[in-house]
DNA sequence: GCTGAAACACATGATGC
DNA sequence: GCATCATGTGTTTCAGC
């Protein structure tokens, strides 16, 4: 768990950050590595859960997806992380999800194409886990966009 | 560019992002395709720009940020959003930034060591425009963590 | 904990439907 | 626009250091 990365681990994570589809042989070559102690670095990182998971950038203002809100979500009783991890992941609207402190139970932030299909998202949201009720904050225009990694 | 996708794009959308090291025929297999054909609508939505990237998420708690949180912020009376891009695109802590709607002014995405270096930002956050007050939602468990546009 | 080699699986272009 | 096939590459296991 409480795992310490040295300066390569690092490197490979940046690496894979930046282009997580690399095969194990292009990593090893930028890291002096050969391609499978690169792989038993990742395999051990993926085990000890540093890497959480590969994922893909989805560029949805290309495919016309403008409206963007934080919803936040208040639950019937106490569910589990893991009980909304499943009823959310495969929804592709969502494009974050959390617990938190507060009155809320999660806070979640959902990309769509318009308010119609925001409405239409929330909706799946909702009936996919036990909800009582959620409250959104819809984005006008957005400032800072950095990659969190 | 205006990319139309059809369901079988968009469920390959789905399979990538959640795994971006699935191969071609482990997608194809799950939206009845064959592996070229995959390769192919992935190439295209590359080439359109609609897949931006691949990349991987870190488990922050693994490099030592453990602390997030959601900040409303309201500020004195109205500030165009370009002052505020202004006052906190280099505050490193700032993850996102969007003007919103509904009470608050702007709602920020934030990222801390712990809870005082969380403090400490907010301090900066607030001091660096006229702001009013805050309210701080703080992450409790990451759900879902999709990298976005 | 690394390298090198070998078996196996995948990517990807050409071809035909 | 798809499937099939062939080949070059990448992956992954195993032995050895």
Known sequence: MAERLDETDEQILAELADNARATFAEIGQRVNLSAPAVKRRVDRMLDSGVIRTFTTVVDRTALGWTTEAYVQVF?????APDQLRAAWQDIPEVVSAATVTGTA???LHVLARDMRHLEEALERIRSSADIERSESIVVLSNIIE???S
């Open 146 to 148: 950095r990659a969190l």
């Open 75 to 79: 639950c019937h009783g106490t569910i």
């Open 105 to 107: 139970d999660a806070m």
